[in-house]
Every structure is written in C-alpha cells, then in structure tokens.
C-alpha cells in the first residue's frame, strides 16, 4: 500500500478532501501539521508533527520520518506546506517541483523578476521597500502607471490587495496593505509589491504539469468584475465561456508563465486577465485551487481534483476529463467585518434548482472580515447545469436567501 505524507496547515478548509482522497486510493496516510489538535477528524491517519512555518526544519522531520516509515508521496494541501513539501520530495528523490520554483511562486516579487525575464506577459510591477515614505511611493505608483495595485508578497486569496487611481490613493493603500500583512504576521522589512491594474475579465486555470508539460484541467469565468477597489472573489464558473482563440492564449501564457518559474512537476493554479484576445498573467501557484472550489470539478472517471493530484504524485496516471455541463461555486463572504453570529437560509438556497450543495465553513463567535482584511470565506454554495448561465443565476438565487448576520467591530 503507498504511504502519502498530507502537510496540512491547521487553518485549511481541505484536510477531509484530500483524506478522503487518500481512502479512495488505497492509501495509507500520514497528516502533518504544526498543530495537529487543531485540524479536522484525520480519519485514523497516523499524525506527525511538522514545522510548517520553517521549512528546512520540516523537510527534516519528514525526511527522519521516511527513515522510519518510508513515504512515497508528499503533497501539500494548501500554500503554507508547499516549499517544505519540495524540499523533503527533493531529498527523498520523490516526484515534485524543484524548492526553488515553488518558493518563486510564493513570493509575488520573485515571480514577476523570473516571468520578466522570461518576457511573459504580465502588469508593470516595482518593489516597495518598508522604508518608502509618502514622496517615494507617490512616484513610485506614477512610475507603474495609474490605476496600480498594492498587494503584499505572501499573502494569497486577495488578502491586502488594493486598487489606487492616484498618487494620494497610491499612499493611503499602502499604508492599509501594511498594516493587513503586519496583522497577518508577514515578517518586517518583507516589502509590498506595486502593479499596474490590468483591464479585462479574469480567469483561473486549473492544470496538472508531467516533466514541464501543462494539462488544462479546467478554466473558470469570474462573473463578477474584479475591478477594485477590493478583489474579493465570489463565484467561479466553469467551462469559460472565453472564445476558443482567448482560452488558447490563457492556456498558452500560463504554460509559459510556470516554465519561466522553473514549475515542472504537479498542481497548478493561475490567474489571468483576458483582453481583446492577449492574456496577461496575475499569479501563478504550485497548488490546486483554493477553498472548498474544487469540490466544483467532477471527473468523468469518477475521481475528485484531490483523487488527480495524489495518483500524479505516486506516478499513477489517471484520465482527467471533466463531466459534461457545467458547474460553479459562490464562495461566501462576510458583510461586515465583525462577529459571526449565525447564516440564516441555508436550507432554502439548498432547495433552489442547481443548487447541489451549501456548506457554512465559518462558526458562529468567529471573527469575519470582508475583502481585503478577510482570511477565509463564510461559506461555499456548490451548483451545476447544462450551461455556465443557468449556474451563475442558480448560485445568485441561493445568494439572495442567504443572510450572514454579522455583530461589527
């Protein structure tokens, strides 16, 4: 039976996922975390603790690990485990990523340095030092070019990204976005990074890379503009509705975009504008897609997203066309920043047609934030239908019946 070494942070919404994944497989599982008491039901896995917030000391431990009870897959379900992942496969000789490429990914400012190099096709971009004062970083977004985007270097899921449309906007962003990455323990002196804003409806890709190689598993239409001056993501849909020539250059861009960062082996998940035919690339991650999302992909054999993940990483290859019709996700977000106290209507967005799922992630006491303070989602709806459209309207149906009542700051 192969052993599959699960580094799970204790924060992830996607520990029973990828478990029950692992069960379909046929194989055994052992789940690594920092705080191991923490995470969801482990299904009997064998634990062991893994200092994900250090990732040489984790690649240690999993590396002692393997001397004990050989592994022979690692995989990491979420960003937070995804260098240490490389750099302990790396020793073992098992099949992923180079440590490198996956650190590139995680850092935004190192990923547009190597995809310039490469002369992908991405935003105008520059560093903003800790030490930028106001004058500095007035010029500094001119220099982008206005509207410009500041976001910080590590954070993931449009935590602290915001648009500014002048120099005076540019400044007070920057001071916000600061305080957001300081609040989210990202370390001093790590810097933010300015982008010209690009135009255009934005996608994500989801794909598998074999010796460099990227499948398309599927691309996903945002229906809501992202135009700031938040980017809070609500629904995804999937199949695009892109013309065939714009699904090319999306699919086209993205390969070029993870060869450029050295990617060669497992999960990838990008974001990319689209317009008038040129697709222009806004993040690339060593990962599937984030959340409880890819509950929306449906395999016609039968397997889940997590199922193809860790078959790729035991060198098992397993078909991945999807379903036919289509399918979608609203990811919940909170009103108000404050106090959870309840989500009222989940039944009745259960019951609207399309609807195939709702699941409230975030438990009444908690502490919930809109965009761009926000660090996770209220909640998932799940639909599917013959065509893209029919979702969209099914997914906003259920959104309008359901209330998050929220006690603010």
């Known amino acids: 039976m192969p052993r599959v070494l699960l580094l799970v942070p204790s924060a992830t919404y996607r520990a029973g996922d990828f478990l029950d994944a692992a069960r379909a497989l046929g194989a055994e599982v052992v789940v690594g975390g920092e705080q191991l008491s923490a995470l969801a039901d482990t299904g009997g896995a064998r634990a062991l603790h893994v200092p994900l917030s250090d990732p040489a000391a984790a690649a240690a431990a999993i590396v002692d690990h393997d001397a004990r ?27 992923a990523n180079p440590p490198d490429a996956v650190a590139a990914a995680c850092d935004k400012l190192e990923m547009r340095r190597r995809l310039e190099r490469a002369e992908v096709p991405q935003p105008a971009f520059a560093p903003v030092p800790d030490e930028a004062g106001p004058a500095s970083l007035a010029a500094l977004a001119a220099q982008v070019g206005f509207p410009c985007v500041v976001k910080p270097r590590t954070l993931s899921g449009s935590r602290g990204v915001l648009r500014a449309d002048d120099e005076q906007g540019a400044v007070a962003a920057v001071a916000r976005v600061r305080a957001i990455a300081a609040a989210a323990g990202v370390p001093a002196g790590e810097g933010l990074l300015l982008e010209r804003f690009s135009p255009g409806p934005e996608v994500a890709v989801e794909g598998m890379l074999t010796d460099g190689v990227l499948e398309v598993l599927a691309v996903f239409d945002k229906p809501d503009p992202l135009d700031g001056p938040t980017f809070e993501e609500t629904i995804y849909v999937t199949p695009s509705r892109l013309d065939p020539a714009a699904l090319d250059a999306v699919g086209a861009a993205t390969q070029s975009a ?13 974001e990319l504008r689209v317009l008038h035919g040129r697709a222009t690339v806004i993040e690339v991650a060593a990962r599937t897609i984030g959340g409880l999302c890819a509950r929306t992909l449906r395999f016609a054999t039968g397997r889940s997203l997590e199922e193809l993940v860790l078959a790729h990483a035991l060198g098992v290859r397993v078909p991945a066309a999807l379903d036919e019709g289509a399918a979608g996700v609203l990811m919940l977000p909170a009103p108000a920043a404050g106090t959870l106290l309840a989500v009222e209507g989940g039944p009745q967005a259960s019951t609207v047609p399309g609807v195939t799922g709702v699941e409230i992630t975030a438990a009444p006491g908690r502490h919930v934030a809109p965009a761009p303070d926000a660090d996770r989602y209220v909640g998932f709806v799940f639909a599917r239908a013959a065509h893209p459209e029919a979702v969209v309207r099914a997914l906003r149906r259920a959104w309008s019946v359901l209330d998050v009542q929220v006690e603010p700051d």
């Open 258 to 270: 993870v060869r450029a960062l050295g990617l060669v082996d497992g999960p990838v998940h990008a």
């Open 69 to 95: 009870a050989p592994i022979d897959a690692v995989v990491a379900v979420d960003d937070q485990g995804t260098v240490a992942a490389a750099m302990a496969a790396a020793s073992l000789g098992l099949r």
